[in-house]
Structures are given as C-alpha cells and as structure tokens.
C-alpha cells in the first residue's frame, strides 16, 4: 500500500521505497502526472491510502509525483489544467493506461522506468487492478469488473484533455499526443467506444493510440477498432508467445485474444506490429506480455526504439529492412530483433 500524508495544496509524503533497477535511468528530476479513480482511505495521523477499489461515489484525482532519493512526494490538483501547469522534461506527452496486476505503487515505479526510458511525458491513467487478498485469477475477474467501474472515469479523464487540448495554449501544443492501452485496459477501451464515450471527442484528438497486447478477443476486432476515432493512427501490437495471454484465454475458456494473434477480417485503420518474432515465448514469461519496457526494450534495441517513437506520437517507417519485414497482409509488419 501506498500511505499519503493529505495536505492540499501543499506536497504529501508518499511511503515506500523506488525500486526500478533498469540500466535506462535519467538525469531529469522524477516527475510524473497521475490521475486515478481510486479510493483514497483517510488513516490515523492525517495519511491516506489509495486502495484496490474504484471511488464510484467520488471524483477523478489528480497528482503530480516526484522523488527526492528514494521516496516519493505528491502534491493533489484540482483539475486536470492546473495539474498539467507543472513543467515537466520532455516534448511529446503519452497518456499511459496499465494493465492488471497494478497496485498504485507498482504503477509509479512503471512510470517512472518508462518515461526515463521512451523520453516522454507521462499521464499515468492509474485504476485498481492488484487486490491483496485475492489469487491470480480471482484478481483477474475483479479487475475485469473495476475496469467497467472505471469506464465513466475514463470518459471523463478523456474529455478533459480533449478540452485542455483546444485551449489557446496549452502544454501540449508544441509536442505531440498518444495514448497507450496495455493488456486488460483495452477491454476498457472496447467498452468506452460500446456505450458511445468516445462520440463526443475531437477527431484526432491523439497523434497515435496504441492497442498493446490486448486481453480482448481477437475474432469480430475490426467491427470496433475501425469505430475508433479519436487518434490519426492505430497500432495493434501482438506477439504469439504471450504466455499471459495464452493462459487467460485456456483458464478463462476464450477465443484467441487479439495480443496473441488478430483474426481476419483486420481492422482497416489499423496497422499491425507483430512481435512474434523477436519476443515470442521466453522466460521470464512476463517479458512475452510487457516489452515495451525492462528486460525485452534492454535487450533489443529495435524493439526499444519502436515503442519510443510510438510513445512520442510520430509514424513508423517500415521501408527499413533492418527494422521491420513486410508480409502478405499489407498492414501487418513484423518487428525483428
């Protein structure tokens, strides 16, 4: 758990140690953007606690995050504007929404290995997903049921930077903007468009918005990815040897999942990464699901490059033969090594 001394609008402590360990770190001060529909539990001695529940009752939070040594700082914002008021190191901006397995702990230190790593500023959409008293695939279900929760959430969170965006000036207006699903937040997403939260958005609201390794069925995908449009351009990651993936759908009796393999008809608007290739099966098995970051994006420098352009907002050039293979299917590239 993550213990927050409340003081608004002065800073508040945030318990606990960093433990990123990757060869990727910075010079640039630790500074991360988050907003979360989590619910924040008031302690004894005037400390809260941002727990495994989505605040169905309550409103977005929205935090600035920084580090001084080894501990984490936070200091509460009102609204999502004045919250994107703090300088912050990079050009570009991502909006990052995790996947499950993500205690609001776990999901600073992930943000905080990316960001150094991809050299763009984070929006960390931070919602519960790691609840401590239940096993793997007990926290998969409740995850799945936080994730319809927190769509309301994301709607609003979106239509916030959707104004923010339209404003004279604005932070982002020099860089570019994506936004990054990853694993169960693709459900999220699937969800959003099916209730019609993403028809009051800008067209192309996001320069890229990336669909990674989703935890959605693969067969019938297109009819809601070509619904999408609130991006210039979609990408579909997906790797055949995601073990993650692979045991969700045998323990959860599904179809493919789009992350493992997409399923013809392919969605028109969409250009499909394959990483089967240079990732596939592998130990640690995690790395067969998360590559964007640690060990895959350490080991690869193709594979690190890729997503960092794509966090950044600009286009894939697949006429590198180093980089990329084309194949039959004319959207559809494979990622080498």
């Given at each position: 758990?993550?213990?927050?001394a409340f003081?608004?609008?002065?800073?508040?402590f945030v318990t606990?140690?960093?433990?990123?360990?990757?060869?990727?770190?910075?010079?640039?001060?630790?500074?991360?953007?988050?907003?979360?529909d989590?619910i924040?539990?008031?302690?004894g001695?005037g400390?809260v606690?941002f727990i495994?529940?989505?605040?169905?009752?309550?409103?977005l939070?929205?935090?600035?995050v920084?580090m001084?040594?080894?501990?984490?700082y936070?200091?509460a914002?009102?609204s999502?504007?004045s919250l994107?008021?703090?300088?912050?190191?990079?050009?570009d901006?991502a909006?990052?929404v995790?996947?499950?397995g993500?205690?609001?702990?776990?999901?600073?230190e992930?943000?905080?290995?990316?960001?150094?790593?991809?050299?763009?500023?984070?929006?960390?959409?931070?919602?519960?997903?790691?609840a401590?008293?239940?096993g793997?695939?007990?926290?998969?279900?409740?995850?799945?049921?936080?994730?319809?929760?927190?769509?309301?959430?994301l709607h609003?969170f979106?239509?916030?930077?959707d104004q923010?965006?339209?404003m004279?000036?604005?932070?982002?207006q020099?860089g570019?903007l994506s936004?990054f699903?990853?694993?169960l937040?693709?459900?999220?997403l699937?969800e959003?468009?099916?209730?019609?939260?993403?028809?009051?958005?800008s067209?192309?609201?996001?320069?890229?918005?990336i669909?990674?390794q989703?935890?959605?069925?693969s067969?019938?995908?297109?009819?809601?990815?070509?619904r999408?449009?609130?991006?210039?351009?979609?990408?579909?990651?997906f790797?055949d040897g995601d073990v993650?993936l692979?045991g969700?759908?045998v323990?959860f009796?599904?179809?493919y999942?789009?992350?493992?393999?997409p399923?013809p008809?392919l969605?028109?608007?969409?250009i499909?990464?394959?990483?089967?290739g240079?990732?596939g099966f592998r130990?640690?098995?995690g790395?067969?699901?998360s590559f964007?970051?640690?060990?895959m994006a350490e080991?690869?420098?193709?594979?690190r490059?890729?997503?960092?352009?794509l966090?950044?907002?600009?286009?894939?050039r697949?006429a590198?033969?180093v980089r990329?293979?084309?194949?039959?299917?004319?959207?559809?590239?494979?990622?080498l090594f």
């Amino acid at each position: 758990m993550v213990f927050l001394a409340f003081l608004i609008p002065a800073p508040f402590f945030v318990t606990g140690q960093t433990g990123g360990n990757s060869q990727f770190q910075t010079d640039q001060p630790v500074r991360l953007l988050v907003v979360t529909d989590r619910i924040s539990d008031t302690l004894g001695g005037g400390k809260v606690v941002f727990i495994n529940e989505v605040d169905t009752t309550g409103s977005l939070k929205y935090l600035l995050v920084t580090m001084e040594g080894e501990s984490w700082y936070a200091e509460a914002y009102p609204s999502l504007k004045s919250l994107m008021e703090n300088p912050m190191p990079y050009r570009d901006w991502a909006v990052w929404v995790h996947g499950d397995g993500q205690s609001f702990e776990i999901s600073l230190e992930r943000a905080r290995e990316i960001q150094a790593l991809h050299k763009v500023n984070f929006i960390v959409f931070s919602w519960p997903t790691l609840a401590p008293d239940k096993g793997p695939i007990n926290n998969f279900k409740n995850s799945r049921n936080n994730a319809l929760l927190t769509v309301p959430f994301l709607h609003a969170f979106l239509h916030e930077i959707d104004q923010y965006r339209k404003m004279e000036y604005n932070r982002i207006q020099a860089g570019h903007l994506s936004i990054f699903f990853h694993s169960l937040a693709c459900y999220m997403l699937n969800e959003a468009l099916e209730r019609g939260y993403l028809q009051d958005m800008s067209v192309s609201l996001f320069d890229n918005l990336i669909i990674n390794q989703a935890a959605t069925p693969s067969l019938g995908h297109a009819d809601w990815v070509e619904r999408l449009k609130i991006q210039k351009q979609v990408y579909i990651i997906f790797n055949d040897g995601d073990v993650n993936l692979a045991g969700f759908r045998v323990l959860f009796g599904q179809g493919y999942q789009l992350g493992e393999r997409p399923l013809p008809p392919l969605a028109t608007n969409a250009i499909y990464l394959d990483f089967t290739g240079s990732v596939g099966f592998r130990l640690p098995t995690g790395a067969t699901h998360s590559f964007y970051y640690a060990t895959m994006a350490e080991k690869s420098n193709n594979i690190r490059e890729t997503f960092s352009i794509l966090f950044q907002g600009y286009q894939l050039r697949f006429a590198d033969p180093v980089r990329f293979e084309a194949t039959e299917e004319r959207q559809v590239f494979k990622v080498l090594f």
